[in-house]
């Protein structure tokens, strides 16, 4: 398998549940992102992790935790979440060295509705 | 800051019709220029890129050109197919960086 996996496709949560978004990047990059997609606004740029260092969060509520334990895998913990929180979540990766040339690679999203 | 600017949609054309799509950006420096496409359903998948003035990407039949002296970088297709259609995404990236801005998108609907 090869690219950027993110799962689950859909998820349908309520304002009090716990629920954690996977991402997985099988390219050997070692950044990986967060990015909020709602429906007509700009995508979000929520958290970058460079190195499995955290080095960007855009002023994200604290309702969202990310997470990376190592290169390959990013999680996104998502508790007492509202209704506005639904959207589509994006993950990509890319490569530090070269940023310049490394394009982000993303995966097809997890869509997440808030009930 | 870094700002990226695209026309708004939707677009909606005829097969065969020549699609632009018009991306102007304001940044410091030389920043790298990319074009996304999101199907429907999908994540976004990385079009064509360019690196420095007057380079020209070029992929699936889609171009753009980067111009430095009018801070733009266009997207055009000489001849859409139905399947081209797609929300488009240009961004860029500031040199040394590894955050993406970008830009609102532009939905485009291509029917036979």
């Known amino acids: 398998e090869t690219g950027v996996t993110q799962t689950p496709r859909h998820l349908v949560m309520g304002m009090t549940n716990k629920k954690s978004l996977k991402c997985e990047q099988h390219?050997?990059?070692?950044?990986m992102y967060w990015y909020k997609q709602s429906a007509k606004k700009p995508l979000e740029l929520m958290f970058v992790?460079?190195?499995?260092?955290?080095?960007e969060n855009n002023s994200v509520p604290s309702r969202f935790s990310p997470e990376c334990p190592n290169s390959s895998h990013l999680f996104l913990h998502l508790h007492t979440l509202q209704p506005e929180d639904s959207a589509l979540y994006l993950c990509?990766?890319?490569?530090?060295?070269?940023?310049?040339?490394?394009?982000?690679?993303f995966g097809n999203g997890t869509r997440l509705t808030v009930t | 800051g870094n700002s990226v600017t695209q026309m708004e949609g939707p677009v909606t054309l005829s097969e065969e019709a020549f699609l632009t799509i018009n991306c102007t950006y304001t940044?410091?420096?030389?920043?790298?220029l990319f074009w996304y496409v999101q199907y429907p359903g999908e994540g976004l998948q990385l079009l064509l890129k360019?690196?420095?003035?007057?380079d020209k990407g070029s992929n699936k039949g889609f171009e753009a050109t980067y111009r430095k002296e009018t801070t733009s970088f266009h997207l055009e297709k000489g001849s859409v197919q139905v399947s081209d259609s797609a929300v488009y995404f240009c961004?860029?990236?500031?040199?040394?960086?590894?955050?993406?801005?970008f830009g609102g998108g532009t939905r485009v609907l291509v029917k036979p």
């Open positions: 990509a990766s890319s490569q530090v060295q070269n940023a310049n040339n490394s394009p982000l690679h």
């Open positions: 390219l050997g990059h070692n950044a």
């Open positions: 992790y460079s190195l499995e260092e955290r080095v």
């Open positions: 940044a410091t420096g030389y920043p790298s």
């Open positions: 360019a690196t420095k003035a007057d």
């Open positions: 961004a860029l990236r500031k040199a040394a960086g590894n955050k993406l801005t």
